[in-house]
């Protein structure tokens, strides 16, 4: 997505209802899929948040408003019923002038805009276990409460992407087509993957059996997706709803896992540095446990260590499929760093395995 221009961003800044004129937007954040800026009204007494959706991820920006507008409607109703601060504990959209909850520019692109959430911080990385449970909480929380939203109502926002058998196939065809003559190279990674093909459908056959419930998933459950309170250090609103779609909760649990549960740089050349840790995973099942309480059914408690096994491994089978077909779709800075992040996902993969007993403390799923 090339960068927005000044003339489509002050048709952005003016297509909004600040309550009043903002001064000009300033590029804000550490994200790499839409454009964001932080706009401040002239009276000084609010800040919001402009984006830019990267309509190349997301095609669909009127379906994927439609879902962000759904869950957050439904979260504040639910925050109001419990007495909390609706005003922070969910994302609140901006309608532009029209009324619509995006604006569309003179040169196609779409926009929206939200209520700045004051005095929060963002973490990048998880520096220690009480931020890991406090990530922990506030998703199990945010299963909690949009456990009564119909899932099925959702669009898509990006197609097949927590199918892991789809994953699966993609890589397979990669490997087939091996337009960079990369596959002889990776012969060790690929039979790590084959090895685990059965394993690929556990999740997606049980809840074609109806034996796991659709959930509203948020489906990038990274600790920087929580905004955190300054004073109390509590999580208190989940955001970046993007990929808010129809899915299961052992999706958003995996995903945690995969990124919080280890000691090293996702792209970690040495692959001797890397290590899953079954204490980390500990705290984030206890606080995402305790948090969703009752919301989750027996079963989904019971395949929480599949969740994470298997949110590890498409991970993985994603990153061997772009370093295969020439990395397309991952950003790289240097050689081979998909293929890295690759090995990476793999060796938490047999960690996982390798404790697999450990894992299921609160659960009894069997080992394929």
């Given at each position: 997505?090339?960068a927005a ?7 952005a ?5 600040f ?9 804000y954040g ?7 800026y932080?706009?401040r ?11 830019r959706?990267n ?7 009127a ?7 759904g869950v957050?409607?439904?979260?504040r109703?639910?925050i109001?019923?419990?007495?909390g601060?609706p005003?922070?504990e ?16 003179s040169?196609?692109?779409?926009w929206?805009?939200y209520a ?11 520096e ?13 929380h ?5 456990a ?7 669009h ?19 490997v ?10 990776v012969?060790a990674?690929?039979?790590f993957v ?14 074609a059996a109806?034996?796991l419930?659709?959930r509203v ?11 955190i309170?300054?004073a ?7 955001i970046?709803l993007d ?6 909760s052992?999706?958003?649990f995996?995903?945690s896992i995969?990124f ?18 079954l ?6 099942a ?7 309480g009752?919301?989750l059914?027996?079963?989904?408690k019971?395949?929480l260590?599949w ?18 077909e020439g990395?397309?779709y991952?950003?790289i ?29 609160q659960s009894?799923?069997?080992?394929a």
């Amino acid at each position: 997505m090339k960068a927005a221009t000044q003339q489509v961003l002050r048709e952005a800044e003016q297509a909004f209802d600040f309550g009043g004129a903002v001064c000009a937007a300033e590029h804000y954040g550490a994200g790499h899929i839409n454009d964001t800026y932080a706009v401040r009204r002239a009276d000084g007494t609010k800040r919001f948040i402009l984006q830019r959706i990267n309509t190349d991820t997301f095609t669909d920006p009127a379906g994927l408003m439609e879902n962000i507008c759904g869950v957050t409607a439904y979260l504040r109703r639910a925050i109001i019923a419990a007495g909390g601060d609706p005003e922070r504990e969910t994302l609140n959209v901006i309608a532009a002038k029209t009324g619509a909850p995006f604006f569309t520019d003179s040169e196609g692109g779409a926009w929206r805009a939200y209520a700045f959430v004051e005095d929060t911080i963002c973490l990048q990385k998880v520096e220690n276990e009480q931020q890991f449970d406090t990530a922990a909480r506030t998703f199990g929380h945010f299963q909690r409460q949009l456990a009564g939203y119909p899932a099925a109502s959702l669009h898509e926002t990006i197609a097949h992407f927590h199918d892991t058998p789809a994953r699966y196939a993609n890589l397979e065809r990669a490997v087939k087509a091996d337009p960079l003559g990369r596959a002889a190279g990776v012969a060790a990674e690929l039979a790590f993957v084959r090895a685990r093909e059965k394993d690929c459908r556990v999740l997606t056959d049980l809840l074609a059996a109806g034996e796991l419930p659709l959930r509203v998933t948020h489906n990038d459950t990274k600790l920087n997706n929580v905004l955190i309170d300054r004073a109390t250090g509590r999580g208190i609103c989940v955001i970046d709803l993007d990929t808010v779609m129809p899915g299961l909760s052992l999706y958003d649990f995996g995903d945690s896992i995969r990124f919080g549960a280890n000691d090293c740089a996702e792209d970690e050349p040495d692959q001797s540095k890397v290590h899953f840790s079954l204490h980390l995973y500990q705290v984030f099942a206890r606080g995402f446990l305790a948090a969703a309480g009752d919301a989750l059914t027996q079963a989904e408690k019971t395949y929480l260590p599949w969740g994470a096994k298997l949110m590890t491994l498409e991970c993985g089978m994603r990153f061997l499929t772009d370093y295969l077909e020439g990395d397309h779709y991952f950003k790289i800075s240097r050689p081979e760093q998909n293929l890295d992040r690759a090995r990476t996902q793999f060796t938490l993969v047999k960690g996982m395995e390798d404790v697999w007993a450990a894992m299921q403390e609160q659960s009894a799923a069997p080992m394929a």
